[in-house]
């Protein structure tokens, strides 16, 4: 059986890749190897998707689908016997329904290209993450993406009105409605996102889209101790009645990295405090939002739940502070990161980082360590920073001491990125073992072969 011949019977030539061409990709933006496979096929419409995962089944070929590559847990690798769909020519926007306030696009679309194409109808899609220009929409549906505003908007299932599927055996589920509610029977898109493509392969996407702030209100805000974190937030949120966006948290080292050289950044406060937070609200009346977030920082000054502050005078200020946030590539300096996305109760953050210090000092000796995250919502991402040279023997070990822990106080190893191959060994953490079994029930019976994405997640 020749793949590459047979695949471009359907599609054909030029939409396939054999398996030397494959290897000249990338993996991916955080990857430093190339991709593997038998083919990669690039369909343009659901049906060629269709056409093309009903050829695999008939011939029990593995399928991994590929949008931007930005995730972090090997979501995306393939083996030299499988085939990649990859969705980089379904990237139309077919429609922005300014009435509806929804849009429906293909799955190879990226999230910057629809966040800019709304703007021009006065909306707004309102997740938004650093690796905006390269992920693409159907990957953000496939690994529930949450990003920097998950604490006003939710996360990316929130934003996902209606799907079109393509089931392992090709059968195309086009359930693309456009209504916010709609309780006629079971929610079927509701099983395909956060799936990492082992449930069916995305191609379309109906996305609820809402009206675009006229404000924007922004902070650098250093505080000395995490209590005062956690009160800021309460206070702030309470404060600015709704329009509370984004709340960011880094802790020292992490501040100190994205404002000394190498990093370009500058330092918006000094670099003293413990923690620091990027805090953001998005309104509608300049005058009254602006007075209103003024009046808000002062009371936590004056109350001590903060220690400094700079606060954002125009839109070239805001940018500035969310590139800081964004900079995360800094930890490339000077050794491998391995990186971490994990939630948790707000209380256990204090102990479980200073504790995680402690323990990782004892496990693995020198190292650096970041911890940043969008903490409004619980989501902390840890960095741990090491030597290459020590990365295969130090890398299990640090995983352990990482997520251990969150089992005492029912934290999830994963917050935003999922599962893939990388997280298997931790489910456990974070799922019992009925809810692991009802999961296995769902593969089997939409992929009985164990076609697509094999071997992630279960």
């Not at 191609?203 to 995490?226: C, K, S, Y």
């Not at 966006?245 to 000094?270: N, Q």
């Not at 004056?302 to 954002?312: F, H, T, Y």
């Amino acid at each position: 059986m020749n793949i590459v011949e047979s695949l471009r019977a359907i599609l054909g030539e030029t939409a396939v890749l054999d398996a030397a061409d494959t290897a000249t990709r990338s993996a991916g933006v955080w990857r430093p190897d190339n991709l593997q496979a038998a083919a990669l096929v690039r369909p343009a419409t659901t049906e060629e998707v269709a056409q093309v995962l009903r050829w695999c089944h008939a011939n029990k070929v593995g399928v991994v689908t590929h949008g931007g590559l930005t995730g972090l847990v090997h979501g995306g690798d393939a083996t030299p016997d499988q085939v990649i769909v990859s969705l980089e020519r379904m990237r139309a926007i077919e429609e922005i329904n300014p009435t509806q306030r929804t849009a429906t696009v293909q799955a190879g679309v990226t999230l910057q290209a629809l966040q800019e194409a709304v703007e021009e109808h006065h909306l707004m899609f309102p997740l938004d993450l650093g690796a905006r220009g390269t992920a693409t929409l159907g990957g953000n549906a496939a690994t529930n993406a949450g990003g920097n505003r998950v604490i006003r908007y939710g996360m990316m299932r929130d934003m996902v009105l209606g799907l079109e599927v393509v089931l392992a055996d090709g059968t195309i589920v086009s359930s693309l409605n456009h209504l916010i509610k709609n309780n006629a029977g079971y929610d079927l898109k509701q099983m395909f996102i956060g799936s990492e493509g082992t449930l069916g392969v995305i191609t379309r996407l109906v996305l609820r889209l809402r009206e675009q702030p006229v404000t924007r209100n922004m902070a650098f805000v250093g505080l000395d101790n995490f209590d005062h974190v956690a009160g800021f937030l309460r206070h702030m949120d309470r404060s600015l009645g709704g329009t509370l966006s984004a709340f960011e948290a880094m802790w020292h080292d992490f501040y100190c990295l994205v404002t000394s050289p190498p990093a370009r950044g500058k330092p918006p406060i000094a670099q003293d405090y413990p923690f620091y937070v990027l805090v953001e609200s998005q309104g509608a009346d300049r005058e009254l939002d602006t007075q209103r977030f003024n009046s808000a920082m002062e009371t936590a000054y004056e109350s001590g739940l903060i220690v400094d502050a700079a606060i954002s005078q125009s839109e070239t200020d805001c940018h500035h502070f969310w590139e800081l946030r964004d900079d995360v590539e800094q930890a490339m300096h000077g050794g491998i990161p391995v990186i971490f996305d994990i939630s948790l109760p707000i209380a256990e953050m204090d102990d479980y980082t200073a504790n995680l210090g402690a323990s990782l000092k004892a496990a693995i000796g020198e190292h650096r360590l970041f911890i940043f995250g969008h903490l409004g919502d619980g989501n902390l991402h840890i960095c741990v920073q090491i030597q290459p040279a020590d990365y295969l023997r130090l890398r299990p070990v640090i995983e352990q001491q990482v997520y251990a822990p969150l089992a005492a106080f029912q934290g999830s190893v994963s917050a935003e990125h999922g599962i893939g191959l990388e997280k298997k060994p931790y489910l456990h953490i974070s799922r019992s073992e009925v809810e692991v079994a009802l999961m296995r029930k769902l593969k089997t019976a939409l992929d009985p072969q164990g076609l697509l994405n094999p071997g992630k997640i279960l």
